[in-house]
DNA sequence: AGCAGCAACTGAACCGGTTTAGTAGTTGAC
DNA sequence: GTCAACTACTAAACCGGTTCAGTTGCTGCT
């Protein structure tokens, strides 16, 4: 049978009062006193019982996070298992779990978050895939949940963020290419309602302006295969056709090279491919795929981190930045066609 | 303020007892009573707050699920997202969720499951990937924590399983090649030390015998890309090169295909290749791959419904059988070479 | 009519912790 | 010496639900 702190109260000849004082580090009594209860709780094997915390502090001990994503894009995306493992490695140190979700249908998110809070499943969540405009901001702060969010979104938001500086990433393949001798130089954009997807693009642009180059291949996708073929194909067909295309993610880089090949270019003699994520797969694929490498397990653990400092009431006046993604050069880049 | 079932009890007129009853179905209350109990709860907007209904149930209302896979595994198989989309639409109809453990550390596993019965956190929990003499049934059985299996386990387990006949899909797969003429057909297997990795292979081994063939081919790998690569050299160095090769999963499919090529190999002139899983990017390999689609989401839907129910005091007698992965074709696989 | 059994309720205990209001003792300032 | 402030404790209330033991009234049987 578990051992409670009234047990420890009678141990230790004090009250439950003065247990809960001791264990929790609170003031209230003598130093003597807190060592006797610290021992004899450790003698006991007392161990809280969460649920009864969690009952009177109004705590779950736990953090949400509700993927909004199609199961298939997760298959997909190396991100949310190494984003996810690093959030347990923050959580573990804290007795804390996490609280997952997935809710892909529509209004199934609203729905999603309005349970946690209406249940007291989570203390706070981690938003991922922050949109512009981002909808959950006001939501949860109509909900009083605290939250971090990865990236700064584009609207006023009090919540602290985890920030990756992508300009530098895709700077650094542009770059590249560049150097490669490419001066007609694409994006297949990921979803333009995310703030990573836009601020892709822009270091797209920012990237080619600096080498003195018109950022007018542009074409939008959803960060799905079939947009990513859909994309490629519309960039392909243009007379003054791209010779190397920067991709917002690894699955449209694989499907758009794919498509690609199918009308008989060469890549990358023809045409020169990067994608976004590093996937495990892509350094397999014919040929293996240039992509930017980011570290999604220390963005998890320190998102977590955050999250749980706010939660224990510091407040984090500046957003924390971690290293840009690191170009990881294979060959689906090379030089430019004559 | 949230209304509690005190509230409840004085606009009623009865004690908290009898409202417990009547929002809960039990016995103890005349109908009469019941219906008004019913219907002021619903006009105050009465909502069970699960922390309290926990502490006195001593009930989590949740589902754990502990992945001890790496997450570079996680973030190129299909299978775990579509799993746990179909885990919340079986928990989402009955107000439970989903604690999420990711544990790849030595010994991490077996923590995790002592931390999640310790802290309450869970009411039972999902064995997926489940191993030769998997500790994690008398594990499981110390701790008292309901489990559902995927898969029945080879050793002896109280626990309900969830199945899928893997053998139709691999013999789907061996039948496909045999059709084409290939008499040399290998088998890169998972890791042997799991039951779908064992099961995988036998079903090679009985497709092979019922074709008359002999199942001498065979090499084992860790689903790993890289493993997938070492066991795909081994099988070419062979004097008795196989012409074609139906490995345990898709990433090893993709990896070995990869590899053939770069040895100058023709898929399928040379060699034909099928994997496991149809995962996203696998039709838009060069060539696409040939590979088997398996439901994880009903899995994860049905699993979850079982466990609910064994929760809920139902005891399932038999294992519950679901559908056989699917072949599908695609241009990896050819007719064998002369 | 009397008795046994059952249903319908009740108030209180319980779940295991946190916080509050109160009491007693001590210390320092005047 | 007196008073105010503080510390160190206490018992009880509270968190919001579930279950238990007890009481009352009703019904059916003898």
Redesign the pocket.
Known sequence: ??????DV?LAA?????????A??G?????????DRILRVAKDLG????L???G????KAYALGLVVARDPSLLGTDPFFPAFIAGIETALAEHDYTLVLSVATAPGAEERCYRKLVDNGRVDGVILTDVRRGDSRIPLLLELKLPAVTLNRPDASSPFPAVSVDESAGIFAAVEHLVTLGHRRIAHVGGGQEYIHGRSRRQAWEDALAAAGLPSDHFAAADFTAAGGVAATAELLRRADRPTAIVYANDLMATAGQSYAQSLGLSVPGDLSVTGYDNAEFTQYLNPPLTTLATDPMLWGRVSAQVLLNQLAGAHQSEDTALPAPRLVIRASTGPAPD
Do not use: E, H
């Open positions: 049978m578990a051992v409670t702190i009234s109260a000849g004090v009250s439950k009062g003065a247990v809960s004082y264990l929790n609170q003031p209230g009594v003598s130093p003597d006193t807190r007392w161990k809280p019982s649920r009864a915390k009952l009177s502090s109004a």
